[in-house]
């Protein structure tokens, strides 16, 4: 159809890269630019998404969506092969609670138990931990979220499958192990060899060495503020 289809995004993000797996999944071509979110944010970014000035951003025929889950259900709507999302109401919608409780109960608290020190650590990984323990019972029974294929809610899940393995290595903190959480753990494992994924996912030890670089920024930077 000659479509024009830009994505804004950042290779360690995993908001950026749910949206590079879906259009793999789609089979849908696209021109990716990179952004430097932390120092040099371009004009074409603050041009396309003025409101929240951040990634990931969608560009199609000139307009831009913005909001990882907002794009993705966009794409799903907007190329119909390989759905990402159920065609049935219900299913539809329980995919979106689920995308939601991740992204709105399940990320923050796992960011709070990865920073925080002392007994806040304890407290915060203990409400981690009963977080993740509501969302393994979604799995119960299924070899991935949305059934037996990848779907909209294991793409959302994404932060939980790849990334936090290597944060948790970084900072020293056994949140996700096999003896509390053996079904996410498996998951985690079969949404990671899934072919489309796996392409489409930064190097863990490339994410293990940049959190570990941000971390020793923040150290040094409130050390010399004492």
Request: hydrophobic letters at 40%; glycine letters at 6%.
């Amino acid at each position: 159809m000659g479509e024009e289809l830009k994505l804004f995004g950042v290779w360690g993000s995993p908001f950026s890269r749910r949206i590079e797996i879906a259009l793999k999944i789609k089979g849908v071509e696209y021109e990716y630019l990179e952004e430097d979110i932390f120092h040099n944010k371009s004009a074409l970014l603050l041009k396309y998404n003025p409101v929240h000035k951040k990634i990931p951003v969608l560009v199609h025929n000139g307009k831009p969506i913005a909001e990882s889950q907002v794009i993705l259900e966009y794409i799903d709507e907007t190329w119909n092969d390989n759905p990402i999302l159920p065609r049935d109401p219900y299913k539809r919608a329980m995919a979106r609670f689920w995308a939601k409780f991740i992204d709105e109960k399940c990320v923050p608290a796992i960011w709070k138990s990865f920073m925080s020190g002392g007994p806040e650590r304890e407290k915060a990984n203990e409400e981690a931990c009963e977080l993740l323990s509501t969302l393994e019972g979604e799995l119960k029974g299924k070899k991935f979220f949305g059934g037996e294929t990848v779907g909209f809610v294991d793409i959302v899940a994404s932060f939980i499958g790849h990334w936090v393995g290597p944060f948790q290595e970084a900072v020293g903190v056994d949140l996700l192990t096999e003896d509390k959480f053996p079904m996410l753990c498996k998951w985690a494992e079969e949404f990671k060899n899934c072919p489309v994924i796996k392409e489409n996912l930064p190097p863990r030890d490339k994410i293990l060495a940049f959190f570990k670089a941000q971390l020793e920024m923040l150290t040094s930077f409130y050390k010399n503020r004492v």
